[in-house]
Structure formats: C-alpha cells, structure tokens
C-alpha cells in the first residue's frame, strides 16, 4: 500500500511540504528540520512515506551507537491523509524492512525496534501500542519511550 523513498535531491521538496495537523505540532518537528538532521546529523536517514506517486508523509530511522536499538523518528502522516491507515502501514513497513535487510543496511542486527512519544499523544500511542510497542521506565525529554523486541 506504501512505500518509503530515501529523501534525496528528487523528492526533499515533496518531504518539505509535509504538514502535521493544527493541535499536532506540539508533538514533532517540522520536516524541513528532519531532513536537516538527516543531511547533517550523520545519523538519522529520512525518507518520503509514498502512497502511489503522492508523498503523503515523512519517516526517519537510526540504530543508536549505545544500545543498538532500531529507533523510529520524525513520523508524520500529512494532515490530509491521516486516517487512513497510512501510518500504521509506515511502522509495520520499517519492521519488515530491517527483519528482512539488517544487518545489510546499518552494520548492526536489527534485535529491537524503538521510538519516544509524548505521552499525551494518544494516537500515536494507540498505533505503536497496538503494533507490539510497549513503554519502557525511560525518558527523554518530555517524551516516554516504547520499544518492541523482534518477533
Ligand atoms: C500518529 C500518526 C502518525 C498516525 O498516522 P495515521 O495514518 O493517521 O494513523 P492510522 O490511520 O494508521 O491509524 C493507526 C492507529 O492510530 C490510532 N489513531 C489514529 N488516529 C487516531 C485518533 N484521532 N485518535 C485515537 N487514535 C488514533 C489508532 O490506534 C489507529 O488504529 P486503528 O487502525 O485500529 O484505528 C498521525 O496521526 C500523525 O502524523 N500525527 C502527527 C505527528 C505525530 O504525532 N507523529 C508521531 C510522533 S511520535
């Protein structure tokens, strides 16, 4: 239904216009400042979220160099596309994409995938909750953090 294409000189525009909806900013970025980190962090790696040729959102993914999880960052469904599945398809995307590649992709086998949320972000923890996601005693900032093992 979806597919992810590394963000890149053809489609960092597209990425760029990617919105979040009014009352979500809070929540996340820009996606002009994922793609930054992206470009200039050496860490993260951004990608389009495509449904057909429309890109409808933005999704970045980073081993972390201390505990060799597989973190999602940076998800965003465009306001105009949210709804419909689309970010669920994301995230169950990326797992399949590290179960099949890793450790091909990153250097490092792909054990555990994780992500931090505000915790009054219901939605969002809806989705990761009901994808295996589970919350951890951690923190980040003001986020909390949720990790899945691999199946
Ligand atoms: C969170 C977000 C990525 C979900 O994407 P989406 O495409 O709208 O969500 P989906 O249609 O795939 O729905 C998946 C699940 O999300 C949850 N969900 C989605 N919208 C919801 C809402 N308005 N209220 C409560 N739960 C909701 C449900 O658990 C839903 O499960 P279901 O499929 O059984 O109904 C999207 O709302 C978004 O981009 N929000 C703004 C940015 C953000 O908060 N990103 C997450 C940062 S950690």
């Known amino acids: 239904m979806i597919t992810l294409a590394p963000a890149a000189s053809a489609n960092w525009r597209d990425i760029a216009r990617v919105?979040?909806?009014?009352?979500?900013?809070?929540?996340?970025?820009?996606?002009?400042?994922?793609?930054?980190?992206?470009?200039?962090?050496?860490?993260?790696?951004s990608y389009a979220i495509l449904?057909?040729?429309?890109?409808?959102?933005?999704?970045?993914?980073?081993?972390?160099?201390?505990?060799?999880?597989?973190?999602?960052?940076?998800?965003?469904?465009?306001?105009?596309h949210q709804g419909r599945g689309l970010g669920r398809a994301t995230v169950e995307v990326l797992l399949d994409l590290w179960e099949r590649?890793?450790?091909?992709?990153?250097?490092?086998?792909?054990?555990?995938?994780?992500?931090?949320v505000s915790p009054d972000n219901e939605a969002a923890v809806g989705l990761?909750?009901?994808?295996?996601?589970?919350?951890?005693?951690?923190?980040?900032d003001d986020e909390i953090v949720m990790r899945r093992t691999r199946a």
């Open 19 to 45: 919105r979040a909806a009014d009352g979500q900013h809070e929540w996340v970025a820009e996606t002009t400042y994922y793609l930054c980190l992206s470009a200039y962090d050496g860490l993260w790696r």
């Open 51 to 80: 449904d057909g040729d429309a890109t409808v959102g933005h999704v970045m993914w980073a081993v972390d160099p201390e505990d060799k999880g597989h973190w999602i960052g940076g998800l965003v469904i465009d306001a105009e």
């Open 101 to 116: 590649e890793e450790p091909a992709l990153s250097g490092t086998a792909y054990r555990e995938a994780a992500l931090s």
């Open 128 to 140: 990761y909750r009901s994808l295996g996601f589970v919350r951890t005693d951690e923190d980040m």
